[in-house]
């Protein structure tokens, strides 16, 4: 695939399956995503940090324009699709582009990285328990969703260090083990925090 694609970096973490709403302000976002649209393409989104943008990142699909200003704003929602590593960064436009190479699980073949499903229900019970202390609706994806870690991950406000690991390791079941220890370490204080609100 030689064909680059339209970057926008931002201070997140796209994970797939995951929505992601978007205010488009700047001129040359504003022309990126009416490309895209026009086109019918994919952009990709990177994580920017000071020390620029992240290797790994996700392509998100316009799923629809929620609102279009008089000044060519717009709010749009996209959702993130597949994962990709940045090959090269070109800068000939106004907004970046890159060489990019798929990203794909190592075990998508066999079946050997194919999460426990005890392992599934604890994470899917820690998710749901997190989003009853944060008093979101518990509505967690389905247990049998393929990307169920990325979605599970992708709906709390997690740490951007750990969803871009998550976004970078090649296993289902090693994600999901992350996002259960992660959880299980940031249960305790959510619960606290939750007793002293209702006491």
Partial sequence: MSSLLPIFPLELVLLPGVPLPLHIFEPRYKEMIAECLEQKKPFGVVRASSDGVADIGCTAEIMSVTKKYDDGRMDIVTR?????????VNEDRSFLQAEI????????????????SEMVTQAVRLHAEIAKLAGAEPSGPDE????????????LPLDLDFKQSLLSTLSEAKRLEAVVG??????????RAAKARWN
Wanted: hydrophobic share 40%; net charge negative; aromatic share 6%.
């Fill in 80 to 88: 993130g699709v597949e994962r990709f590593e940045v090959i090269e």
């Fill in 101 to 116: 190479a798929m990203v794909h699980d190592e075990d998508d073949d066999d079946e050997p990285g194919k999460p426990v």
């Fill in 144 to 155: 049998h969703a393929g990307n169920l870690s990325f979605l599970l991950a992708g709906s």
């Fill in 182 to 191: 992660y959880l299980e370490a940031i249960l305790p204080g959510l619960r």
